[in-house]
């Protein structure tokens, strides 16, 4: 799915655990962001980040937090916060300063509960 | 401010028919309008786009949107409908000078034998 790789493909998290979701690119993209899919919905905006070392919320940020401290990586945790963790998660990064330029993502983790 | 809506949860329609996914858009400024299409348990593949000229654009698969800018509309088409173009397909804008996109809400396309 174009130079995004995510993993796991399938994690499973315990109650009260924290989880670490991997999202790595070779697109050498400025900005990547983290989506959040339930079924039959649309995408929400977790969290995104323009250049190493920093990012902003989205719409949906409580009970996630991310780290970038390498342009290539942009890893998800979902925090024990996070009551209703059940979802796919999308990664997707893109060029910053190229408006019309597409989104990449990735193929997707699918985190279920225990 | 800024927002994409796709007004069906769901389109079916029969092989071989034309097929239209509708997307209406609101933005402040010129609209940097997309197409995408996931499969099940899949991430978004990109279909199309639309920047400027020609209100007619081609992509991939032999999907076309026209942009409609009285209408702000990027309604997404096809002629002759396949099954295997059954998924799940989001209308997206990005605002000049933002960084955000903002996904419609996903139309299920069922094309049926």
């Known amino acids: 799915d174009g130079g995004i790789t995510q993993s796991p493909k399938y994690l499973f998290r315990k109650e009260g655990q924290n989880v670490t979701l991997s999202c790595e690119q070779n697109l050498n993209h400025d900005a990547m962001y983290w989506y959040r899919q339930d079924p039959g919905q649309g995408l929400r905006l977790i969290y995104y980040s323009q250049i190493v070392n920093d990012f902003q919320k989205g719409d949906i940020a409580e009970g996630y937090s991310v780290s970038r401290e390498k342009k290539e990586s942009f890893p998800l945790t979902v925090t024990s916060a996070q009551k209703n963790p059940t979802a796919f998660y999308l990664c997707?990064?893109?060029?910053?300063?190229?408006?019309?330029?597409?989104?990449?993502f990735g193929s997707g983790t699918q985190l279920s509960v225990l | 401010a800024q927002s994409v809506a796709q007004p069906e949860d769901q389109v079916n329609v029969a092989e071989g028919n034309p097929l239209t996914v509708k997307c209406t858009y609101s933005?402040?400024?010129?609209?940097?309008l997309f197409w995408y299409v996931q499969y099940p348990n899949r991430g978004l593949q990109f279909l199309l786009k639309y920047i400027t000229g020609d209100n007619l654009v081609k992509g991939s698969y032999g999907f076309e949107a026209e942009f409609n800018k009285s209408q702000t509309s990027f309604h997404l088409k096809k002629p002759s409908a396949l099954v295997s173009d059954s998924a799940l397909y989001f209308c997206?804008?990005?605002?000049?000078?933002?960084?955000?996109?903002?996904f419609g809400s996903g139309t299920k396309l069922n094309v049926k034998p």
């Open positions: 997707a990064s893109s060029p910053l300063w190229e408006a019309n330029e597409k989104l990449f």
């Open positions: 933005v402040s400024g010129n609209p940097y």
């Open positions: 997206a804008l990005r605002a000049p000078n933002f960084n955000k996109f903002y």
